[in-house]
């Protein structure tokens, strides 16, 4: 039940096979036994200046993708925002998952510390893009998340040693503009991302560091395929 990396961290195009586990709940703090087999994938910073370790985990069952990321922080630079606000205005860990590549539609996940989401679609062309809600966010097709914070509360602006988030995006919701459920084999493109913006500095971070700080650069993703 563990991760093969295919590439290492110094290759701009990252691809990792996915072991399959069984669901799982999520604690926030990366404790879940599950974890423990999981090698970290480290997402290297590609802007800004602040030098905190980024790293993350994934996985996926027989329902869908799991994620965790954890870094180090020194502050919750965040607003009280509520679900599908601008989360990428604070700080925030960001997910990109494009299945299928004849297709310029993919979708993007945003989770804050706090714990607020934003789900959308997006499809780019030739760099115009928008994000799309998701329609019938119910029941199997909504997702799951919990996150936690070290060394400080879990409030906007508060002083930190990190946070850690873990999600869970069923394969029901990309009905419709992907093969689901997946084959052992199956590869699709992912990244993994995140910005902070302790001190009015912006910071930038991606498993995948082909996309630079331009994170809706989908040909710059990496690659997940679904192992047994």
């Avoid at 985990?57 to 965790?68: D, I, N, P, Q, R």
């Avoid at 297709?103 to 607020?116: I, K, M, N, R, V």
């Avoid at 689901?180 to 995140?194: A, E, F, H, I, K």
């Amino acid at each position: 039940m563990t991760n093969k990396t295919i590439q290492t961290k110094a290759v701009s195009h990252p691809s990792v096979v996915l072991s399959k586990v069984h669901d799982f709940t999520l604690t926030g703090d990366g404790s879940a036994a599950v974890w423990r087999e999981i090698p970290w994938l480290p997402l290297m910073r590609v802007g800004g200046g602040a030098g905190y370790e980024t790293r993350a985990k994934a996985a996926y069952s027989g329902s869908g993708l799991y994620f965790m990321l954890d870094c180090e922080d020194q502050i919750l630079t965040c607003r009280d925002r509520h679900d599908f606000d601008d989360l990428f205005a604070d700080d925030v860990f960001e997910l990109f998952i494009w299945p299928d590549q004849r297709q310029s539609l993919y979708f993007e996940y945003e989770l804050s510390p706090l714990g607020t989401e934003l789900p959308i679609l997006v499809p780019n062309r030739d760099g115009r893009f928008v994000g799309w809600r998701p329609w019938h966010y119910e029941g199997s097709r909504l997702t799951r998340r919990s996150t936690s914070v070290r060394g400080g509360p879990a409030q906007a602006g508060a002083s930190v040693k990190g946070w850690t988030a873990e999600c869970f995006i069923p394969f029901d919701l990309f009905c419709g503009f992907a093969a689901t459920p997946p084959s052992v084999g199956d590869t699709w493109r992912l990244n993994l991302y995140r910005i902070d913006y302790d001190r009015g500095d912006t910071s930038h971070w991606a498993w995948s560091t082909a996309t630079g700080t331009n994170f809706h650069d989908f040909q710059g993703f990496g690659s997940m395929v679904f192992g047994d």
